[in-house]
């Protein structure tokens, strides 16, 4: 099988108590390379608090990540300064789906400023909670920082704040790999294809920005099979991705979600429905007993 450099990654640190409590039981069984966090949650310093007394039973100590998060939660901003992302409560309110289309719209510049001023306070908040973060590692929940205006508000922040970067996720995620397993067709969402195709035209707008940025080059393995990177399916298409990221000089990341959200976790924080059925789905476990089932094995082909 074909070698190459694989980040073992979870999203969602942050996200609940119970989500972050799932991901601590990773991490103590030295099973993950890199997590991401969310600030904007209620349950924040709690789980801040949670992972400073689990850290000295981590097997390995992991990257660390913001996660910035303009989908859900409420905002870190004044209400009043990011009029157009949060309801009158002070909760996001926009789809990704009207993100994009506002990318081209007018009004634009109105929004990146939004977007500014509430990414540079979620950013600081993990910056001033996680100190040991010395370079930043950026992404977003449901890969927002790949959407136009949010990729230039993000790097203009970073570039105004003077803040060094090591890493920004680029959701680019290979299709081959999928098409060629015949057999494993049926088991994909018909909708996850159309996200891929479109995060992968957002990373071509991308790339070669992050490259001038001497950020390092990389797949994401987690898109089409968002929701369900089961043990089975990860075992097939590993040495196909393995082969693609080798050969292309990219590091893979391999992005689970083994977090679940308890359903009386939930409140008026969690408000895209379609979402919420994913936070609290079994899915999350078969994403969690993948993460402890094929951690070691997935490090022993680099």
């Not at 969402?189 to 992968?200: A, G």
């Amino acid at each position: 099988m074909e070698t190459c450099r694989i980040d073992i990654h979870a999203d969602d640190y942050g996200e609940s108590l119970h989500t972050s409590k799932d991901l601590l039981e990773c991490l103590e069984a030295g099973k993950l390379d890199s997590i991401s966090i969310l600030s904007n949650m209620s349950c924040f310093f709690s789980c801040v608090d949670m992972y400073r007394k689990a850290q000295e039973r981590f097997l390995k100590q992991p990257k660390l990540s913001v996660h910035l998060n303009i989908m859900e939660g409420k905002c870190l901003a004044d209400p009043k300064q990011v009029p157009d992302l949060v309801d009158a409560g002070g909760h996001f309110c926009l789809s990704w789906e009207s993100l994009f289309f506002r990318s081209f719209l007018p009004g634009r510049k109105r929004l990146k400023a939004q977007l500014k001023e509430e990414m540079a306070l979620q950013i600081q908040a993990v910056r001033e909670a996680f100190p040991e973060m010395e370079r930043l590692r950026i992404d977003s929940h449901q890969h927002t920082h790949m959407i136009p205006v949010a990729a230039d508000a993000l790097l203009e922040t970073i570039a105004e704040k003077g803040w060094p970067t090591e890493y920004i996720r680029n959701a680019k995620e290979p299709v081959w790999p999928y098409l060629r397993e015949v057999s494993l067709w049926k088991t994909y969402r018909p909708i996850n294809f159309v996200k891929n195709l479109i995060l992968n035209v957002c990373s071509f707008l991308l790339e070669g920005r992050l490259q001038r940025l001497k950020i390092e080059p990389m797949y994401l393995w987690g898109l089409v099979m968002s929701g369900h990177m089961d043990q089975e399916r990860v075992e097939r298409l590993l040495p196909a991705m393995c082969k693609k990221a080798k050969k292309a000089g990219r590091t893979l990341e391999i992005l689970f979600h083994p977090g679940r959200l308890l359903p009386e976790e939930l409140s008026g924080e969690f408000s895209q429905k379609e979402a919420v059925a994913f936070y609290v789905s079994d899915d999350r476990d078969v994403e969690k007993e993948a993460v402890m089932q094929f951690a070691e094995p997935l490090k022993s082909q680099e």
